[in-house]
Every structure is written in C-alpha cells, then in structure tokens.
C-alpha cells in the first residue's frame, strides 16, 4: 500500500467520524439535559439521599484498656462529645468491649463512622456505624452521667463473713467442718498415709462457749 492508499484510508475513517449516527443508532445515550439546560423527567424523579440527623455512633471490638477517659480523649479531635457509654457487666465491672458515643453535631457523627469504620486500633479492628435515632434505646444513657462506679466485693465478703452469726449459723458451719474433715480422713487412710489427724474444736454459741470433738 503506498502514500497515496494510506491517506485516503484516513480521510475516510475522518468522514465516517464526523458524520451524523444513522437511524437506529445512538439509542442506548440519553442527554443529562435538555437544550434549555433544564434537567430531564427521570433526573426530577429520582429521589434524594434523606439528610443525616443521627448522632450517636457504636463502636464495637474496643481493646482491653481503652476505656471511658481514653475514649473521649481519641474521639474528641473529631468533634464535641455529649454522651459515651461502654457497656459493662454488672458483677465484675469489666468491658464488654462495645459502647456508643453521641456528638454534639450529626455531621461530626457521620464523619467518624466513615473514617473510623475498620481502623486498626491495639490489634483490634473497630467496627463504627451510625444508631439512627428511632433505633436508639431509651435507656441507653441512663446513669450515664454518674459514670461507673465498681463494686467492692471484698469488702462486702468481708462484711458477711464478720457478722454475728446465730445459734443456728453456728451449728450448721460446725457441723460442715466435721463433714468435710470426716471426708479428708477417709481420703488420708485410703491412700495408706499413717497419719493422726489434730482433734476439731467448734463453736456453737456467740458467748464463745466451745465443744470438743473426738476422732471417734
């Protein structure tokens, strides 16, 4: 094919180009506008995104020691924060590792729940989406404000065990000392161990009045 072939070709391939579609062809591309700039019937009927109004944030697989005080002072460079909760349980005071947040603002809510959603945090990835509004349990802030005050179980062991016990008290815990220590002589002969077991001693009134019991 020579110089002349080749431009030819060229100026063919620029003709169909150029040249207005066939009937027929085309149908599949509508315009987004008309000529008036107006917008189209299908454009006016799609529906718009409902606006954000929600504020309160879960946040779940929060890691061991990123409690309240370390959650409000991450969050904070987001936005203000009016309320936050981590869920607790209610005997050992430990995490549930999962809470909610609630912002002053819906914007700054709807910012951390897309950039917060799946960050690595302490080895744990977080999972952060929005609560909408009617989802929200209404007891969910309650005593919020107070925060969590834990427990002290040892001292309310210590409380049951130091008070005056009564006759009765003291009749049953004697006779369970003698029961488990019958059991433990039983294991001691079985196993062949010669060995004499010390005489118990158990009281039986609150006026320190004791009684002795025998081996036999």
């Known amino acids: ?5 080749k431009k030819r070709n060229q100026k063919r391939v620029l003709a169909r180009r150029t040249a207005a ?14 000529g008036s700039g107006k917008r189209t019937r299908k454009q006016l009927q799609q529906p718009e995104e409902p606006e954000n109004i929600a504020t309160v944030v879960y946040i779940g697989h929060i890691p061991h020691g990123f409690y309240e005080d370390e959650m409000k002072g991450f969050f904070k460079q987001f936005g203000d924060i009016k309320r936050l909760r981590i869920a607790r349980n209610r005997k050992t005071g430990k995490s549930k590792h ?51 005050i834990p427990i002290d179980w040892v001292a309310i062991e210590r409380k049951m065990h130091n008070k005056d016990k009564s006759v009765e008290e ?36 609150p006026s320190a009045k004791k009684i002795k019991f025998d081996e036999n």
């Not at 369970?176 to 009281?203: F, N, S, T």
Request: hydrophobic residues 40%; aromatic residues 8%; contains cysteine.
């Open 170 to 205: 003291h009749k049953k815990m004697v006779e369970g000392i003698v029961k488990r220590d019958e059991k433990r002589r039983k294991r001691i002969q079985a196993a062949g161990i010669d060995y004499e077991c010390p005489a118990l001693i158990g009281v039986i009134q």
């Open 98 to 148: 999962y809470g909610f947040i609630e912002f002053e603002s819906p914007v700054v809510a709807k910012i951390v729940a897309d950039e917060m959603n799946n960050y690595l945090l302490f080895e744990h990835t977080l999972r952060v989406s929005l609560v909408p509004p009617e989802k929200v349990h209404p007891k969910l802030w309650k005593g919020v404000r107070r925060g969590f």
């Open 21 to 34: 579609p066939r009937s027929g062809e085309g149908k599949d591309f509508l315009p987004l506008e008309d």
């Open 1 to 5: 094919m020579g110089m002349r072939d």
